[in-house]
């Protein structure tokens, strides 16, 4: 059984084709194995699951990570009014948007740790701690 933390920060990251994206997709799964942010599913709420769409509404901080300038994953979130707390545009970290190419594992490592440090720990108290089944 885990544990939620329902003071921590949600990810949701693009997942698309590029390199860029599946570098902002690896850095949101850092941040969630990391324990500062919980990944969330950015499908599902484009797709407008139900459950999915209830939980980026749920007024936790968000943690928006798009690759390039077409900010999909920041527009799903908007399109059920649900603004991200933090957004970060990869390509304006120096990202480049490449196609058939593997993203970079230092670079997501870099991006990880930077993005770790600007969150605000995470609080444990017992009131915060959901089990989830």
């Known amino acids: 059984m885990a544990a939620r933390n329902r003071n921590l920060p949600l990810v949701y990251s693009c ?4 390199s860029a994206a ?5 850095v949101a799964i850092r941040l969630d194995r990391l324990g500062v942010a919980e990944m969330s599913c950015i499908a599902g709420v484009g797709g407008d699951v139900p459950s999915l769409v209830k939980l980026a509404k749920s007024g936790r ?3 928006a990570i798009d690759g390039c300038p077409l900010a999909c994953t920041r527009q799903c979130l908007e399109r059920h009014g649900v603004q991200a707390t933090h957004h970060i545009l990869l390509n304006e970290m120096g990202i480049r948007k490449r196609f ?3 993203f970079d594992a230092e670079q997501v490592d870099a991006i990880a740790v930077n993005l770790a440090a600007a969150l605000p720990p995470p609080s444990t108290t017992i009131e915060n701690i959901e089990k989830k089944e």
């Open 22 to 26: 599946q570098t902002a997709n690896a």
């Open 61 to 63: 901080p968000i943690v």
């Open 15 to 18: 997942s698309g084709c590029s």
């Open 100 to 102: 058939h190419t593997d």
